[in-house]
């Protein structure tokens, strides 16, 4: 069954703004960590496109001194436009602020991911990037009792001008030291990488879309079952024991290009997907000829999320349309809060993990306008 925004909109109580914070760079990414006691830690990804004029005056507030020879050098090379990129670490007080722990600057953020367990007794962070990386970075403690992401391992695409453009760690349910990474690309590609020694190892790379391969995920239950999302529509399935890689479905559902796929870390055979098409659609991975529910939330749908703590609860990230909680126990999926303080395209959204009762803390960040805002709501 499909429902429309409109039609079911059944509040569960007033939605209450936290915090709001200027990240400077256009903001597309935010993961907080889901490793204890790290929760309170989250990580915010942006995106910036610099044309010369831009980058000599970002160059020019970092070295003043030199500003002539900065300019003269951007002269000489007719280069494209660069993708910066920043990454914060914010830590949310117990008054539900956030405030900032570190920055890194680094080339232009598509994704970012928490292993959702420990390895080596660190939080792992992912991130996927503009210059085709994928990035590991450690969380570890140091010597004033706080924290700092550090560096830890680089793998690259060997394909010239390609972004990695999202990706998805194995270990949502089956937790593991050596997990598999899947890491999708502006080419079409899903490469599988697998952690092991400290090393990340290409266990496969194949073409799975005709355009970007938005989106990529695995099936929690099933890490050797791998969910893609192309700009050609598709939405398909891979068993990554086959060789070669052939999508063991291939659904046509969306009638735009397939944006977000999530897995259900708490029940088994649920998936959800979301197209440019503003439909989330419910799958049963058992039967999945159809959905077995549906609603349009509007405004495009760019990222899903279940709830960490189990609930029915869906949130979904839609660019033109706000920051939306669905509850997907009734056939008739509802949407039960919203938050639209956002001026520009609704992109990065993440749960807080940490929450023990009734309220659910949620960040979300926009694009244009740059804007970090953390926020609650309370289901009855």
């Given at each position: 069954?499909?429902?429309?925004?409109?039609?079911?909109?059944?509040?569960?109580?007033?939605?209450?703004?936290?915090?709001?914070?200027?990240?400077?760079?256009?903001?597309?990414?935010?993961?907080?960590?889901?490793?204890?006691?790290?929760?309170?830690?989250?990580?915010?990804?942006?995106?910036?496109?610099?044309?010369?004029?831009?980058?000599?005056?970002?160059?020019?507030?970092?070295?003043?001194?030199?500003?002539?020879?900065?300019?003269?050098?951007?002269?000489?090379?007719?280069?494209?436009?660069?993708?910066?990129?920043?990454?914060?670490?914010?830590?949310?007080?117990?008054?539900?602020?956030?405030?900032?722990?570190?920055?890194?600057?680094?080339?232009?953020?598509?994704?970012?991911?928490?292993?959702?367990?420990?390895?080596?007794?660190?939080?792992?962070?992912?991130?996927?990037?503009?210059?085709?990386?994928?990035?590991?970075?450690?969380?570890?403690?140091?010597?004033?009792?706080?924290?700092?992401?550090?560096?830890?391992?680089?793998?690259e695409i060997d394909e010239e001008d390609t972004l990695a453009l999202s990706l998805d760690w194995s270990t949502g349910k089956?937790?593991?030291?050596?997990?598999?990474?899947?890491?999708?690309?502006?080419?079409?590609?899903?490469?599988?990488?697998?952690?092991?020694?400290?090393?990340?190892?290409?266990?496969?790379?194949?073409?799975?879309?005709?355009?970007?391969?938005?989106?990529?995920a695995f099936d929690y239950w099933n890490p050797n079952i791998v969910y893609t999302g192309g700009d050609d529509c598709k939405?398909?399935?891979?068993?990554?024991?086959?060789?070669?890689?052939?999508?063991?479905?291939?659904?046509?559902?969306?009638?735009?290009?397939?944006?977000?796929?999530?897995?259900?870390?708490?029940?088994?055979?649920?998936?959800?997907?979301?197209?440019?098409?503003?439909?989330?659609?419910?799958?049963?991975?058992?039967?999945?000829?159809?959905?077995?529910?549906?609603?349009?939330?509007?405004?495009?749908?760019?990222?899903?999320?279940?709830?960490?703590?189990?609930?029915?609860?869906?949130?979904?990230?839609?660019?033109?349309?706000?920051?939306?909680?669905?509850?997907?126990?009734?056939?008739d999926v509802q949407v039960v809060a919203s938050f639209t303080e956002h001026e520009s395209l609704a992109y990065g959204v993440?749960?807080?993990?940490?929450?023990?009762?009734?309220?659910?803390?949620?960040?979300?960040?926009?694009?244009?306008?740059?804007?970090?805002?953390?926020?609650?709501?309370?289901?009855?």
């Open positions: 069954m499909r429902c429309s925004l409109d039609d079911k909109i059944t509040m569960a109580c007033e939605v209450k703004q936290l915090f709001s914070w200027d990240t400077q760079y256009n903001a597309d990414s935010v993961e907080f960590c889901p490793v204890e006691p790290y929760q309170e830690y989250l990580v915010v990804g942006t995106y910036q496109l610099m044309d010369q004029e831009h980058r000599l005056e970002v160059c020019a507030q970092v070295n003043h001194e030199n500003t002539t020879e900065v300019e003269s050098s951007l002269q000489k090379c007719d280069a494209p436009k660069k993708r910066l990129g920043r990454l914060y670490l914010k830590q949310m007080t117990e008054e539900k602020k956030l405030v900032l722990v570190q920055q890194i600057d680094m080339p232009a953020i598509l994704d970012m991911k928490w292993c959702h367990n420990k390895i080596e007794n660190d939080p792992v962070l992912a991130i996927a990037n503009a210059s085709g990386h994928l990035l590991l970075y450690k969380l570890q403690p140091i010597d004033d009792g706080t924290v700092r992401l550090k560096f830890w391992i680089k793998s089956i937790q593991c030291e050596n997990p598999l990474i899947s890491l999708s690309d502006s080419k079409g590609k899903i490469s599988l990488l697998q952690l092991s020694n400290q090393e990340l190892i290409l266990q496969d790379r194949f073409l799975a879309h005709e355009f970007e391969a938005w989106i990529t939405f398909r399935r891979y068993d990554v024991r086959n060789e070669p890689a052939n999508p063991t479905l291939t659904s046509r559902v969306h009638s735009a290009g397939v944006t977000s796929i999530h897995s259900s870390a708490h029940s088994e055979y649920l998936l959800a997907s979301g197209s440019y098409d503003e439909i989330v659609n419910l799958w049963d991975t058992r039967t999945m000829r159809s959905p077995c529910s549906s609603i349009s939330l509007s405004g495009g749908i760019w990222r899903l999320k279940w709830d960490p703590q189990g609930r029915n609860l869906l949130l979904a990230a839609c660019m033109h349309n706000g920051f939306h909680v669905t509850d997907t126990s009734p056939s993440d749960w807080w993990a940490g929450a023990t009762d009734a309220t659910s803390v949620i960040a979300s960040a926009s694009f244009y306008d740059h804007l970090l805002c953390l926020w609650e709501f309370t289901i009855n």
